[in-house]
């Protein structure tokens, strides 16, 4: 259930992280550590989505379940 819970927070996370940099007036304004800063948010929003929606779905299973 945990692994579920942070999925959705993933995607969530990850969405607004898209939808703010879509709306976003003008990409690259301002000094070079902020648009670097930009543009790794650009590229860890995506990996955000898909692992958090592969949690979301499969739920990851838990150590506890799993035998050994």
Do not use: K
């Not at 000094?31 to 779905?57: D, M, R, S």
């Amino acid at each position: 259930m945990r692994n579920r819970i942070f999925g959705a927070i993933g995607v969530v996370w990850g969405g607004l992280l898209l939808l703010g940099r879509l709306a976003s007036d003008r990409p690259g304004d301002g000094p070079a550590a902020y648009t670097a800063g930009q543009t790794a948010a650009l590229i860890f929003a995506p990996l955000l989505l898909v692992v958090g929606f592969f949690y979301l779905i499969t739920g990851g299973g838990s150590a506890r379940t799993r035998s050994s």
